[in-house]
């Protein structure tokens, strides 16, 4: 029998699309003039290509949602069908191109390394895909590829917000650059409504948009904050002469530990950090 297949997080085209769409924000928020990403996106991408023939597939199976398993096994068998079409040759030079510019212009380790949604999904149609066209693969893994795919189909969905979901709708209608152009506009928007935050903040929002990318890196920033915060808040503790003040800043300093907590940063860190900054800020005014 053949042995078990192991999923290729960078061979993966839904997952490569799925990355290069999430770098876009972050050279858009990081002031890149010209993004690379959107570039790739549009040589890969496009309806010409093999790749962003896959691709659609890919979020045919990601994105729709049956009730019946019925007409997902029938959604899956269509799906295959046109898979068959496609060009494997061709296919196998576009993603052999389109790795070689990730790793041209992104540091490829930082670029693979973020989190996944429904990471399961993603490498079971893979899987799926590969069996289709590998002469010997096993049947363990195809039938559980399968399986995990009609699951994921087959998934309840919660409905979105009445006031949210004309608005998503409209959105998700427009042309990708359109939505991209939309985006700037947004970010634009941010900065001159923000533009009051300090360099910590600044820093810190940045950061945070950076996560897309690379999640150990936020954990490792927001960890030497948090040693900086506290010895920022020690040098200010003398100042303080207000009894109830300086009771209340000393547990504030010990608090500061809550936000090394945990593998991953969690919103509610983030959130708690920019406050701690917006203290510094506030003692700054009043200690002169």
């Given amino acids: 029998m053949a042995q078990r297949v192991k999923h290729s997080k960078i061979k993966n085209t839904g997952i490569l699309f799925e990355l290069l769409s999430r770098q876009i924000t972050v050279d858009v928020m990081n002031s890149e003039d010209k993004s690379k990403s959107v570039e790739m996106l549009k040589k890969?991408?496009?309806?010409n290509t093999e790749l962003g023939k896959e691709n659609q597939l890919?979020?045919?199976l990601l994105k729709?949602?049956?009730?019946?398993?019925?007409?997902?096994?029938?959604?899956?068998?269509?799906?295959l069908r046109a898979r068959e079409k496609l060009q494997n040759k061709k296919l196998r030079s576009e993603k052999y191109n389109l790795i070689k510019e990730i790793k041209r212009n992104y540091k490829v380790e930082d670029f693979f390394r973020a989190r996944i949604p429904n990471y399961k999904v993603y490498a079971s149609i893979y899987k799926t895909f590969l069996a289709e066209t590998t002469p010997?693969?096993?049947?363990?893994d195809e039938v559980d590829s399968n399986f995990s795919i009609i699951e994921h189909i087959t998934r309840n969905?919660?409905?979105p917000?009445?006031?949210?979901s004309k608005v998503i709708s409209e959105f998700k209608k427009e042309d990708k650059d359109l939505r991209l152009l939309s985006y700037q506009l947004m970010v634009d928007t941010f900065n001159s409504k923000y533009k009051n935050l300090n360099s910590m903040q600044r820093n810190l929002l940045k950061q945070y948009v950076n996560n897309i990318s690379n999640t150990n890196l936020l954990r490792e920033f927001v960890d030497s904050e948090v040693g900086k915060i506290?010895?920022?808040?020690?040098?200010?503790?003398?100042?303080?002469?207000?009894?109830?003040?300086?009771?209340?800043?000393?547990?504030?300093?010990?608090?500061?530990d809550s936000l090394s907590k945990g593998k991953i940063v969690k919103d509610k860190q983030v959130v708690a950090l920019m406050r701690y900054y917006e203290l510094i800020k506030e003692?700054?005014?009043?200690?002169?």
């Fill in 58 to 60: 890919y979020q045919v």
């Fill in 283 to 288: 003692l700054h005014n009043v200690t002169g």
């Fill in 230 to 256: 506290k010895k920022i808040l020690s040098k200010f503790l003398p100042m303080v002469t207000d009894k109830i003040t300086k009771i209340k800043l000393t547990e504030a300093i010990k608090q500061t």
């Fill in 44 to 47: 890969f991408f496009n309806e």
């Fill in 161 to 164: 917000r009445d006031t949210d």
């Fill in 136 to 140: 010997v693969f096993n049947p363990v």
């Fill in 157 to 159: 969905k919660t409905k």
């Fill in 64 to 79: 729709q949602n049956y009730n019946s398993t019925r007409k997902a096994e029938k959604l899956v068998d269509a799906v």
